[in-house]
């Protein structure tokens, strides 16, 4: 089976410009979060969903990030405007059941704003 | 809210030989589950290994395999023949079992390096 898909793996995008993030699930799971990992805090949770509706986004940092997910198999993860603070990689990752199974991670998106 | 700690931020071992990393956690929850995840220089998350609390028999995936020590809050990770390839970042993950938080918290990583 596939796993998490993320794209793009690598961006390099302009201050100020938009930026999305994509995460095609791994086909079954009806949980999936958005991480994000920095040098400085580590792995950090922004939003999860559970059957597509948002569960917890707490932890997205400001409202310059929203995210979406239309259906079972696709989510979003959108920057606008970007600056260079949110230069990071963000991870997708899905899981069967919420808070019951593993959660499996994407390759992650490489996002550098300069 | 749980935390996890990682005490040693690198760690170093011979190709062949046997490594130990370290975890601990704390929690005031009975049910639980504790992973390992591995994380090359690719940046991939890769899944090492998997806990849960209630049992108290200890995890292995091939050369791979945990101490749990649930009294002690203990969760450390022993990799047998070490190999080239498994150079890498690892993170021990906490996880409640049901209830309402379902996020996974981290520790901040040992960087293991493995010397030929």
């Known amino acids: 089976d596939a796993g998490v898909i993320q794209s793009p793996r690598h961006e390099v995008t302009e201050m100020g410009q938009e930026v999305t993030l994509r995460c095609k699930p791994i086909?079954?799971?009806?949980?999936l979060f958005w991480y994000r990992q920095t040098m400085m805090r580590g792995l950090e949770l922004l939003i999860y969903?559970?059957?597509?509706?948002?569960?917890?986004d707490s932890g997205m940092p400001e409202d310059r990030f929203s995210a979406k997910m239309p259906n079972a198999s696709f989510s979003t993860l959108k920057i606008q405007p970007s600056e260079p603070r949110d230069s990071a990689v963000y991870f997708c990752?899905?899981?069967?059941?919420?808070?019951?199974?593993?959660?499996?991670f994407g390759e992650g998106s490489w996002l550098t704003v300069v | 809210a749980q935390t996890v700690t990682q005490s040693q931020p690198e760690m170093s071992v011979q190709e062949a030989e046997t490594v130990t990393l370290s975890c601990t956690y704390d929690?005031?929850?009975?049910?639980?589950?504790l992973f390992w995840y591995k994380q090359p220089p690719s940046r991939q998350m890769i899944l090492v290994i998997r806990?849960?609390?209630?049992?108290?028999q200890n995890a292995t995936e091939n050369r791979f395999s945990v101490n749990f020590q649930k009294a002690a809050k203990s969760f450390s990770l022993k990799i047998s023949d070490s190999q080239l390839g498994d150079a890498a970042m690892y993170f021990c993950?906490?996880?409640?079992?049901?209830?309402?938080?379902?996020?996974?918290?981290f520790g901040k990583g040992t960087l293991l390096t493995v010397n030929p």
């Open positions: 990752a899905s899981s069967q059941r919420l808070g019951l199974d593993t959660i499996y």
């Open positions: 086909s079954g799971h009806n949980s």
């Open positions: 969903f559970n059957n597509n509706v948002p569960i917890d």
């Open positions: 929690t005031s929850e009975s049910d639980y589950y």
């Open positions: 806990q849960e609390a209630y049992k108290q």
């Open positions: 993950a906490y996880r409640s079992h049901g209830g309402s938080n379902y996020k996974l918290t």
